[in-house]
C-alpha cells in the first residue's frame, strides 16, 4: 500500500523522530511511504484561536498538498498525531463551508475521509495488531484527548503496545483525564493547565513505569516537561518510537 506521511509542524520541527519512527515501522510492514513536501501546518492552532481566514488559507493548501498526493498514487494519509487528525477531520470541511466555500469544503471531506491517526491506519486499514515490535521496558500509556474523544480511537493504541515483546505495560490512573495541554489552552489558562499537569505527572509516577507513550508529541511535550522539572527519570516516547523498536 502507498501512504502518504503528514508529519506534522509540531513533529517536523520539534520531534522527527516519532515521524522517522512512523516511516520505519510502515516500510518495515511492507508499504510504500511517500512525503508531500509540500506540506505545511493544518490550521489547527488558527481555527481554535478563532483566526479563521488564517486557518482557511492553511486548509486550502494542505487540502491541494494531499490530492496531489492521492492523485499520484497514495491509498491513504497517515499523521502520528491525534489531534491533526481530529483538526482535518472535524474542523477544515467546517470552516471552507463557514466561509462560503462549498466546493473546498468537499474537497476536504475527501482528503479527510483518507486520512488516519497512526495506531487507526494499523489497526483499522491495515488490519495489524502485532507490528513485531521489542521493546523490554516498564511503560505507560496516556490517551490523548483528540484521540480519545474526537477519533474515538478506544483501545487501539493499547492493543498494539499489548503485542510488543519484552513489555511491560501497566495501566495509567485517571488515564482519561486531559493531561492541561490543550494548545494554547495551557498559555490561556496557566494555573489551571499546571494543575492539571501535576496530577497527570502524579499518576504516571504511581506507575512506576520509565517510560510514558501517546499518540500526540504536544502532550508528550506538556507530561515531558513537568516530569524533567520533577528529575524523575521517566522519560517520554511517541507511540510510534515503541512500535517501530526491535
Known amino acids: ?18 515521524g522517522k519512527a512512523t516511516v520505519e515501522l510502515l516500510e518495515r510492514l511492507g508499504h510504500e511511504v511517500v512525503f508531500p513536501e509540500g506540506q505545511t501546518c493544518c490550521g489547527q492552532m488558527h481555527t481554535n484561536t478563532g483566526y479563521q481566514q488564517h486557518a482557511l488559507a492553511l ?3 494542505h ?4 490530492e496531489e498526493a492521492l492523485a499520484g498514487g497514495a491509498e491513504a494519509i497517515v499523521a502520528p498525531s491525534g489531534s491533526c487528525v481530529g483538526s482535518i477531520r472535524h474542523q477544515h470541511a467546517m470552516v471552507a463551508r463557514r466561509a462560503g466555500r462549498t466546493e473546498l469544503a468537499e474537497r476536504a471531506d475527501r482528503v479527510a475521509a483518507a486520512t488516519y491517526e497512526l495506531s487507526e491506519l494499523l489497526v483499522d486499514v491495515l488490519g495489524v495488531s502485532d507490528v513485531g515490535a521489542y521493546f523490554p521496558h516498564r511503560v505507560t500509556y496516556h490517551p490523548t484527548c483528540h484521540s480519545l474523544r474526537m477519533l474515538r480511537v478506544a483501545d487501539k493504541p493499547v492493543r498494539l503496545l499489548r503485542a510488543v515483546r519484552g513489555i511491560d505495560l501497566v495501566e495509567l490512573p485517571a488515564a482519561e483525564e486531559c493531561c492541561g495541554f490543550g494548545g494554547t489552552f495551557a498559555l490561556k489558562n496557566a494555573e489551571t493547565s499546571t494543575a492539571m499537569l501535576a496530577d497527570k505527572v502524579t499518576h504516571v509516577r504511581e506507575t512506576r513505569a520509565s517510560v510514558v507513550t501517546a499518540g500526540d508529541a504536544s502532550c508528550l511535550m506538556h507530561i515531558g516537561g513537568g516530569l524533567q522539572h520533577l528529575r524523575t527519570g521517566v522519560r517520554t516516547m511517541h507511540l510510534a ?6
Request: net charge negative; with cysteine.
Open 59 to 61: 486548509i486550502e493548501h
Open 63 to 66: 487540502v491541494a498538498v494531499f
Open 1 to 18: 500500500m502507498r501512504i502518504a506521511l503528514l508529519v506534522t509542524c509540531l513533529g517536523d520541527s520539534l520531534f522527527p523522530e516519532a
Open 241 to 246: 518510537e515503541i512500535l517501530a523498536a526491535r
